[in-house]
């Protein structure tokens, strides 16, 4: 049988520092990293390992290019390979010979910075633009420490698949030839659902390529849209994954190489919509609190998600830095009006009532002499939406608290919101959520205890712009909406692949044209949390202005 630790017997003790970074706080992420360091080196780390780029943060996109950065950057790694007597590799971005720095993990012991490892590969899909900002690595990376041969990689240098490689180059295969004994991969990896489970496979590989264990470091923690959610873990040489840190959490440890071999292999999954849930908490609370606020404003309609949204706050923030408004018109209906309140008593989050008829009957009084003669219309449901807007920024203003907003990915693949109304605000929880996802969580929050009003969850949803009104009014059933748009959005589909799918025709190329014709109301939309494999905003990028209908 093959040893765990394959091609030789060695001790070492690893510290993995798992930390949660934010993006050019240079001098707090050097504070975390000393903490970090200084903790595991307490506990008989022999080598300790950070994320990726941890000193800038990830991504630090265009503050590459400011003419200081780089500098900074690396007078951070260096101030802190001052501090060091346990070798570190610690993720920093530093200059090199060409116009643009590499992407590197630098070697910190004996006071200095001893050496430095440079990015292969560098990504340019979906969130990720590395070759923008940096020059990849020619070199294969192998060092000696310890006695023990240990290969450096950084994040996608892993992320290789032989039979289909995109970058022409795999450094898993260059490193083969170098017979390393141990791999280490310093990563930047943000989540989404079904990553975690991909990720696994890539590592797996990568230690059955190179006959040797591997040990990953991964970020963690909400910087803008993206969510990293740790995980870091230790994959022995025949493909198990015999240690792994917290997901979502800051987490730390020493793992013990000639332990390893004895222990179960780590075969727990975690329910997806719990890793949904979680990384929304994580990303909310990070953009809040890393963006200055400790406070939330939300806007409570009774419906499903506005609900799910201030969960996810009050979990986030704490319920006691939570304020939702119910914001009746007069069509609300009064069993909204009840389930908004009976959310903020099961949260225990503050609640207020602000009856929106004033506000609209002054706009529409401004208006009265230009409408004359117009038929009532859509305008008039969209005053009462703006009204709602105005209140809930103007609350979000004097008392220095984030208004959320609530719209799902697939009112807003739809254009089912309306722009300075329900759209307004400093983050959107739940825009690469689906409706039928967010049913899902709701469900998931009333495991243990009625946290969402079962009326919320069993009634038809509905904007509540006109009497009677109801979603699927003007929308197909969401079960049917949502494949669609998962089919056309995120995985490219042609409108007459989809059909051939087993859709209605007529269905199909209407949600396609409302898809297309919204795009100037999303690039609109504030920032919002990235869950799935293609979120609206960061890694799509699609004309406003366009006519293709392929």
């Not at 809040?288 to 419906?303: D, N, P, Y």
């Not at 209906?333 to 207020?352: F, M, P, T, V």
Request: proline share 5%; hydrophobic share 35%.
């Amino acid at each position: 049988m093959k040893s765990v630790w394959a091609k030789m017997e060695f001790h070492m003790k690893i510290g993995i520092a798992q930390i949660n970074t934010t993006v050019g706080d240079l001098a707090g992420n050097l504070s975390l990293m000393l903490q970090a360091y200084e903790k595991l080196a307490r506990q008989g780390a022999e080598l300790i390992v950070f994320p990726e780029l941890v000193v800038c943060g990830y991504p630090p996109l265009d503050l590459l290019q400011k003419q200081r950065f780089i500098k900074d950057c690396l007078d951070a790694g260096e101030e802190f390979a001052s501090k060091t007597t346990v070798p570190a590799l610690v993720g920093c971005p530093i200059p090199s010979r060409h116009p643009l720095p590499f992407n590197a993990a630098l070697l910190c012991e004996n006071g200095k910075i001893a050496n430095s490892f440079h990015k292969q590969l560098l990504p340019t899909y979906d969130v990720f633009d590395e070759s923008r900002y940096f020059t990849p690595g020619v070199h294969t990376n192998c060092v000696k420490l310890g006695g023990v041969k240990v290969s450096i990689t950084i994040c996608e240098d892993i992320w290789v698949d032989p039979s289909n490689n995109r970058y022409g180059i795999d450094p898993v295969d260059d490193l083969s030839k170098e017979s390393p004994d141990l791999m280490i991969n310093l990563s930047a990896s943000p989540w989404q659902r079904g990553k975690n489970d991909l990720r696994l496979e890539y590592l797996k590989k990568a230690a059955n390529r190179l006959d040797c264990p591997v040990i990953y470091c991964n970020s963690i923690g909400g910087n803008d849209e993206l969510i990293f959610d740790g995980y870091s873990r230790v994959i022995s040489a025949n493909g198990e994954c015999k240690f792994q840190l917290k997901g979502f959490e800051t987490d730390s440890s020493v793992v013990e190489t000639n332990s390893l071999e004895t222990k179960t292999a780590i075969t727990h999954k975690e329910e997806e919509i719990s890793e949904i849930n979680k990384a929304l908490v994580l990303g909310l609370r990070d953009y809040t609190h890393k963006s200055g606020f400790k406070k939330a404003v939300i806007g409570l309609s009774g419906g499903i998600d506005s609900a799910v949204t201030a969960a996810i706050a009050a979990e986030a923030l704490g319920p006691e830095n939570v304020l939702g408004v119910s914001l009746p018109s007069e069509i609300s209906s009064q069993h909204s009006k009840d389930d908004a309140k009976d959310l903020a008593q099961n949260l225990g989050i503050q609640y207020e009532s602000i009856p929106i008829a004033p506000t609209v009957d002054a706009v529409e009084g401004s208006l009265s002499k230009m409408f004359e003669g117009q038929q009532i219309d859509v305008t008039e449901e969209n005053i009462q939406a703006r009204s709602r807007g105005i209140i809930l920024m103007a609350l979000s203003n004097k008392f220095g608290s984030i208004l959320l907003t609530t719209g799902n990915k697939s009112e807003v693949a739809v254009g089912y919101c309306t722009l300075y109304g329900d759209m307004a605000g400093g983050l959107a929880v739940l825009s690469d959520v689906f409706k039928t996802a967010v049913y899902d969580l709701a469900r998931f929050m009333n495991k243990e205890r009625e946290v969402i009003p079962i009326s919320t969850i069993d009634k038809p949803p509905s904007a509540e712009l006109r009497p009677d009104q109801k979603d699927e009014d003007s929308l197909p059933p969401y079960p049917v909406l949502d494949s669609i748009l998962r089919m056309y959005v995120e995985e490219h589909m042609t409108r007459r692949q989809i059909t051939e799918e087993g859709y209605e025709e007529g269905i199909v190329l209407d949600v396609a044209n409302k898809v297309d014709r919204n795009e100037y109301k999303r690039k609109q939309a504030p920032p919002g949390l990235k869950v799935t494999p293609l979120a609206f905003g960061i890694g799509r990028r699609i004309p406003i202005v366009q006519k293709y209908t392929g």
